[in-house]
C-alpha cells in the first residue's frame, strides 16, 4: 500500500496543507517504508522518524519553521515536553488507527472491527488484503464490516477463495500444510469455519490446530464410515476427545456421520496423497476390528478387495451387477 495516502491523511487531520510548522503523528504499523518527502497540494512536507526528544528539536531547528511531519514512536509521544507539542500543528500527536489505515488501503470504510486480533491481523496482511478484495471480480464495497474482513483474511491465510471451496477440499489442504500455531489465525479459523461449513465446519474447526486430529479424520473417519451400527470406542482414537460434552456440540450420531462424510470426501482431493492415510487407517482397523467388519468397508484396500471378489463370483455364475 502507498504510505503517501496515509501521510495525506495525517495532513488533513491537522488541518490541511500549510507552508509552515510540523506535524506531530505516532508511527503505526502497516505504514510501510515512508517516503522522505510528501507534496501535499503546493505544500512540500519533509518526512521524519525521530526517536529521541533530542532528535526531535534538532529537527525543529534545522527546519526553521519549514513544514515537516515527524512520525514518532508511542513511548517518545506519552513524554514530549509542553514546547514541543505547543508548536505542532493543532498542539497534539496525531494518529490513525488501525480502522484508518484499514479503509485507506482497502479503499472501503472498515466499519466494526472491533477485535484487536482481527485488526493486528489485517495490519499484517493488509497488502494481501487489498489484492484479494480486488481479484474478486465483484464490484467494490462501500463498507467494509466485520464478516467480510474475516472472510478476506481467511482466502488469504488459506491463499484460496472459500465459496465453492468444500470442507472436505480444506482438510485435504490442511493435512499438507504446516500446523497453524498463531493463536489469532487459530481464532479466526474457528470462528469462521462453522458459519462456512456447518457440522463439518465444527469438526473442522475442534481439529484445529493438531496435526494429530487433521490426520485422525482421515484416518479414523475411514474406519467409521464403515456400515456397522455400533463400533469399539477405540476406533475415535484420537477423536474420542471430541465426545466431550464441552467439545463440538454434536450428538455421537451426527458427529459420526459428519466425519465419516469428510474422511470419504476428502480422498478425492487428496489423490494419490489419500493411499497413505488409508494405509494407516487399514493398520488401525486390523487391529482393532475383525476382518469381516473391516471386509465391508467401502473405502479401505481390504474392503474393496471383498467387494471385487463377489462382484466376480457374481459376474461367473451369471448374475446382475448393479450400474452403481
Not at 157 to 165: A, E, V
Not at 180 to 192: A, M
Not at 297 to 320: D, T
Request: proline share 7%; net charge negative.
Amino acid at each position: 500500500m502507498s504510505p503517501q495516502l496515509l501521510l495525506q491523511r495525517l495532513v488533513e487531520m491537522a488541518g490541511g496543507p500549510e507552508g509552515e510548522g510540523y506535524i506531530l503523528a505516532l508511527a503505526s504499523e502497516g505504514m510501510g517504508a515512508l517516503p522522505d518527502t510528501l507534496q501535499s497540494g503546493k505544500v512540500k512536507y519533509a518526512v521524519c522518524q525521530p526517536e529521541t526528544e533530542l532528535a526531535l528539536r534538532r529537527r525543529v531547528w534545522q527546519a526553521g519553521g519549514a513544514p515537516f511531519i515527524a512520525l514518532v514512536p508511542q513511548d517518545l509521544a506519552e513524554r514530549l515536553p509542553p514546547d514541543l507539542l505547543r508548536r505542532a500543528r493543532r498542539a497534539r500527536v496525531h494518529a490513525l488507527d488501525a480502522a484508518d489505515i484499514l479503509s485507506i488501503a482497502l479503499g472501503a470504510q472498515v466499519v466494526g472491527v472491533d477485535d484487536p486480533a482481527v485488526r493486528q491481523l489485517a495490519l499484517d496482511h493488509i497488502d494481501a488484503l487489498r489484492e484479494r478484495l480486488g481479484s474478486r471480480g465483484e464490484t467494490l464495497p462501500t463498507a467494509v464490516d466485520a464478516l467480510l474482513l474475516d472472510e478476506l483474511l481467511m482466502e488469504v491465510l488459506l491463499g484460496r477463495r472459500l465459496r465453492g471451496t468444500s470442507a472436505a477440499a480444506l482438510l485435504a489442504e490442511l493435512l499438507e500444510r504446516p500446523a497453524i500455531e498463531d493463536p489469532g489465525v487459530i481464532e479466526l479459523l474457528r470462528r469462521q469455519l462453522p458459519r462456512r461449513f456447518g457440522a463439518e465446519g465444527l469438526v473442522l474447526a475442534w481439529a484445529l490446530p493438531s496435526g494429530e486430529r487433521l490426520r485422525a479424520l482421515i484416518e479414523r473417519g475411514v474406519l467409521l464410515a464403515i456400515d456397522e451400527a455400533e463400533l469399539p470406542q477405540t476406533v475415535w482414537g484420537p477423536l474420542a476427545a471430541a465426545l466431550a460434552p464441552d467439545a463440538i456440540a454434536l450428538p455421537k450420531p451426527l458427529l459420526r456421520r459428519t466425519v465419516a462424510r469428510l474422511a470419504e470426501a476428502a480422498l478425492e482431493p487428496l489423490g494419490a496423497r489419500a493411499s497413505a492415510y488409508l494405509a494407516a487407517a487399514e493398520q488401525v482397523g486390523r487391529e482393532i476390528l475383525v476382518p469381516s467388519i473391516i471386509g465391508r468397508s467401502l473405502l479401505l484396500p481390504l474392503g474393496l478387495e471383498n467387494q471385487a471378489n463377489q462382484l466376480a463370483k457374481r459376474a461367473a455364475s451369471g448374475g446382475s451387477i448393479d450400474s452403481d
